[in-house]
C-alpha cells in the first residue's frame, strides 16, 4: 500500500453534497455525538495515538455542517496558551482539514501541510503553525463517516506505514466502543424505564419488607458488566496484533512468544465473554421450545469448537464421532448448544491432563443419543464417578438400578444455603442445565457404568415433530 502523500479523494456517488451532509448530521444526532460530553473512548483513542506515533497533539473531533468539533484532545495547549482552538474547541468548515477525511472516508496524510496549495493558507497553518497532519476516519457499523481521528504537528512530520495502519485501526476500535456504550445506556435506559412504569402499579405492598433483587434482574446487571469486558480485551488483542506484525521494529524470539501468549489468551476470554452473555440471555423460565431443523453432526462441532483452546489449555482434546443415520432433527438450536456447551465444559475441567474427550453421536430406535465420556492413555475409559456425581446432598436426584444406570430424575427444589456449601455442586452445574434443557426436549440424562472402567453420561432425546405446517427435510 503506498502512503497517500498530499492526495485528495473526491467520492462518485451519485449523492450531493447537501443530501450527504444532512444525512451526517442525522446520524450525528442518533448517536449523541452532538451533546457537548467527551466519551471515554475517544479520551483512550486520542491519548493512545500520539503515544504510539509520538507526535504531540492529538484530537478527534466530528465535522458538523458548518464547523468541525472536537470531542476529545491532547497538547492543544503546545499552540498557545489560552488559544482560541483549546479555548472554543472548534473551528470553521472552511479551515478544516478533517472535512477532506470525511468526505472521502480516506485517509489524509500531509507531512507538511505549508507545502500543499489547498492548505497552505488554512487558519491550521497560518494561525496555528500546524506542518505535519494524519487523520483517519471515524467510521460507524452502519458504514458512515462521522469524524476524525488526527494526530498532529508544528513541525514537518515523515508518515510511516505503520503510523497510518496503527492510527486506522485505532479510530475503528474507539468508534466501535462508543457505539457499544451508546446501545448499552440505550438498554439501561430502557430498562430503568421499564421498573419505573412496574413500581407505579406495585404501591400496595410499599410498607412491607423489600424483597431482594430478582434472578432476572441480577442477570441482567451481570450481562451488562461482563459486556464491559469486552472493551479492554479488544484493545488488548488490537495492540498485541500490531506489534506482532513488527510494525515497531523486530521482536525477540521470547517476545513474540510472549505476545502470542497475550493473544491467544485474550481470545480465550473473549469466548468465555461471549458464553457468559449467551448464557445470561437463556430464560429457562420459559418452558417453551424454538424448535427448527438443524445438522446434529454441524451444531455438536460449533458447541466443541468453543471449546478447543479450554481443553488445549489443560493438555487435552475433545473428539467428535458420528454414526451413519439421520443427522437432521428438531431441537431447539440455542438450548442444545448450551447444553453440550456447558455439559463438555464441565467434563474437561474434571478430567485430568491427556485427555481425550469424546462426544459420540447415534441414532436409537427413532431417538437421538448422545454420549460423553473420556479417555486416557494410562487411566483408561470413562469418568470417575466422582466426577459425574452430584454429591451426597443430591442422592434424590438419582434413580439407581442395578444394571449400573443413573437416571437423572427431576429434581427437588434445593435451598440457597445448600447450594452455596455444595462443592460437588459447583462442580456439576453444565450437568444440572443440561438435564433442564434435555427434559424440556422430553428425553433424559443416564450416567451409565462402573467404578473399575468409569462412568459416561449418555443422553437420549425423542424425535419431535415439526409444526404442521413445516416440511420435514429429508
Known amino acids: 500500500m503506498v502512503i497517500p502523500e498530499n492526495r485528495l479523494f473526491c467520492r462518485l456517488d451519485g449523492v450531493t453534497p447537501q443530501a450527504r451532509t444532512q ?11 452532538l451533546e457537548p460530553d467527551s466519551a471515554v473512548a475517544f479520551e483512550e483513542a486520542v491519548q493512545t495515538a500520539v503515544q504510539f506515533i509520538d507526535l504531540p497533539i492529538g484530537i478527534l473531533s466530528i465535522v458538523e455542517p458548518e464547523r468541525e468539533c472536537i470531542k476529545s484532545a491532547t497538547g492543544l495547549s503546545r499552540l498557545g496558551v489560552m488559544n482560541p482552538l483549546a479555548r472554543e474547541r472548534q473551528w470553521s468548515i472552511e479551515d478544516s482539514f478533517g472535512v477532506h477525511v470525511v468526505d472521502s472516508q480516506q485517509v489524509l496524510v500531509l507531512r507538511d ?14 494561525q496555528y503553525g500546524i506542518q505535519a497532519y494524519l487523520g483517519a476516519p471515524l467510521m460507524t457499523a452502519s458504514g458512515d463517516c462521522v469524524g476524525v481521528l488526527s494526530v498532529l504537528s508544528t513541525q514537518a512530520y515523515e508518515f510511516s506505514q505503520q503510523d497510518i495502519e496503527f492510527l486506522v485501526l485505532n479510530a475503528r476500535l474507539a468508534m466501535s466502543e462508543y457505539e457499544r456504550q451508546q446501545l448499552d445506556r440505550a438498554q439501561t435506559e430502557a430498562s430503568q424505564a421499564e421498573l419505573n412504569s412496574a413500581s407505579l402499579h406495585s404501591m400496595e405492598g410499599r410498607n412491607a419488607v423489600s424483597p431482594p433483587v430478582s434472578t432476572p434482574l441480577k442477570f441482567e446487571l451481570l ?29 525477540t524470539s521470547k517476545q513474540k512468544e510472549y505476545l502470542d501468549i497475550i493473544h491467544h489468551s485474550g481470545e480465550y476470554l473473549l469466548s468465555l465473554v461471549q458464553e457468559v452473555l449467551e448464557l ?26 468453543t471449546l478447543d483452546q479450554a481443553a488445549s489449555r489443560r493438555d487435552q482434546q475433545i473428539r467428535l464421532t458420528v454414526e451413519p443415520g439421520n443427522r ?11 447444553m453440550l456447551y456447558h455439559l463438555i465444559f464441565s467434563v474437561v475441567h474434571s478430567s485430568a491432563a491427556g485427555s481425550i474427550v469424546r ?31 452430584l454429591g451426597s446432598d443430591y442422592d434424590d436426584s438419582y434413580e439407581m438400578s442395578g444394571s449400573g444406570v443413573a437416571v437423572l430424575a427431576p429434581p427437588k427444589q434445593v435451598a440457597a444455603a445448600t447450594v452455596q456449601k455444595s462443592d460437588g455442586y459447583q462442580k456439576n452445574l453444565g450437568l444440572l442445565l443440561g438435564r433442564q434443557i434435555v427434559e424440556l426436549h422430553g428425553g433424559q440424562i ?14 437420549t432425546l425423542p424425535r419431535l415433530m415439526p409444526p404442521a405446517d413445516t416440511t420435514m427435510p429429508q
Open 446 to 459: 443416564q450416567i451409565q457404568g462402573s467404578g473399575v472402567p468409569g462412568y459416561r453420561y449418555v443422553i
Open 113 to 126: 501541510a505549508t507545502t500543499h496549495p489547498a492548505f497552505a493558507q488554512s487558519a491550521m497553518v497560518q
Open 280 to 305: 445470561s440471555s437463556l430464560d429457562m423460565s420459559q418452558q417453551q421450545l424454538n424448535l427448527s431443523s438443524l445438522d446434529i453432526e454441524m451444531l455438536c462441532q460449533q458447541a466443541i469448537g
Open 223 to 251: 450481562a451488562q458488566l461482563t459486556q464491559e469486558l469486552r472493551t479492554p480485551l479488544t484493545s488488548v488483542m488490537g495492540m498485541a496484533s500490531v506489534l506482532t506484525r513488527e510494525v515497531y521494529g523486530p521482536l
Open 23 to 33: 444525512h451526517r448530521l442525522d446520524v450525528l444526532t442518533d448517536l449523541g455525538l
Open 328 to 338: 437432521i432433527w428438531y431441537l431447539d438450536k440455542e438450548k442444545m448448544r448450551q
Open 359 to 389: 462426544l459420540h453421536v447415534s441414532n436409537k430406535g427413532s431417538g437421538l443419543r448422545l454420549t460423553v465420556w473420556t479417555s486416557h492413555p494410562h487411566l483408561g475409559e470413562g469418568m470417575p464417578f466422582g466426577d459425574s456425581y
